[in-house]
Nanobody, 112 residues
């Protein structure tokens, strides 16, 4: 079965950091482009970051550029999203996604 599972979300203060992880079963990240999306309260789902098949070709949304980084370890079949300098606007459910598959999401809440 194909399954993507996100973890690492939680409650952090503004300016804090979180590291989200995405693990996959039933598919190989080494063959796939993987993306992070987020959906805030009352907002549409938006693309946050994308990482290429080999871990290169990284892209970030302008809203998170300079604060977030995305990385990939094909040997471990894992993708991470390092989030620094978090702002209340970053509050959302974060999803890991690849071609035809989505995780269940992990909640990130940025609040004092």
């Amino acid at each position: 079965q194909v399954q993507l599972v996100e973890s690492g979300g939680g409650l952090v203060q503004p300016g804090g950091s979180l590291r989200l992880s995405c693990t996959a079963s039933g598919l190989l990240f080494r063959n796939l482009v993987v993306s992070w999306y987020r959906q805030g309260p009352g907002k549409e789902r938006e693309l946050v970051a994308t990482i290429g098949i080999g871990g290169n070709g990284r892209t970030l949304a302008d809203s998170v550029k300079g604060r977030f980084t995305v990385s990939k370890d094909n040997a471990r079949n894992m993708v991470w999203l390092q989030m620094n300098s978090l702002e209340p606007e970053d509050t959302a459910v974060y999803y890991c996604a690849t071609f035809g598959a989505w995780g269940q999401g992990t909640q990130v809440t940025v609040s004092s």
